[in-house]
């Protein structure tokens, strides 16, 4: 079977470098920038009837560079902008422990996406995963989801650090890969 093939009606995102333009450690709203193709590519995604969850590290409220609420506000931004055009985010879950916490929800662990599957009535088994660093490939494959690594924030860093399915130059090319078309980039 190819990874075509396997059904996708859940699709987990990470934020920062994937969604929105990577800015370390961001706590102003005002800072959040779609990237190109995102909102196109996951508009495609929400009309097609795929559910859209976010799940992000956010270490910096660990570290305590920003707070729980300054990160609340700027994932109210992103949702806010995707709305606006068009795109229905359908769950947010954020990891606010520092990386040696031992949490079992910072990725590359499952906690979020378990998370989301018990809140949402989530199929894990028919999940893809997409993000720029080799963790969120990691935890991808740690659920068995189809596994896109873009080449945007960090991913052309990572591209020699992981496996996925395909590697993507954007959110476009990867809803025209999970919608079963050919994406300019593979």
Do not use: W
Not at 11 to 39: H, M, N, W
Not at 48 to 59: E, Y
Not at 165 to 180: M, N, R, V
């Amino acid at each position: 079977m190819s990874v075509c093939s396997k059904p996708v009606d859940t699709v987990f995102l990470d934020r920062d470098g994937t969604i929105i333009k990577e800015c370390e450690y961001l706590s102003d709203p005002a800072g959040v920038q779609l990237l190109p193709g995102a909102a196109e590519g996951l508009k495609m995604l929400s009309d097609a009837g795929k559910k859209l969850i976010i799940l992000t590290n956010q270490s910096g409220i660990g570290r305590g560079y920003f707070t729980q609420e300054q990160s609340d506000a700027v994932q109210c931004r992103v949702k806010q902008l995707l709305e606006n055009e068009g795109v229905r985010i359908d769950g947010l879950f954020c990891c606010p422990h520092v990386p040696d916490a031992g949490c079992d929800c910072r990725k590359p662990k499952t906690g979020l996406a378990e998370q989301a599957a018990n809140e949402l009535g989530i199929d894990l088994t028919r999940c893809a995963m997409v993000g720029d660093k080799a963790i969120d490939i990691e935890m991808g494959k740690n659920i068995n989801a189809v596994t896109v690594l873009l080449k945007t924030g960090y991913g052309k860093n990572e591209i020699l650090k992981c496996q996925p399915d395909l590697f993507a130059e954007s959110l476009l090319d990867t809803a025209q890969f999970l919608l079963g078309g050919s994406p300019a980039a593979s």
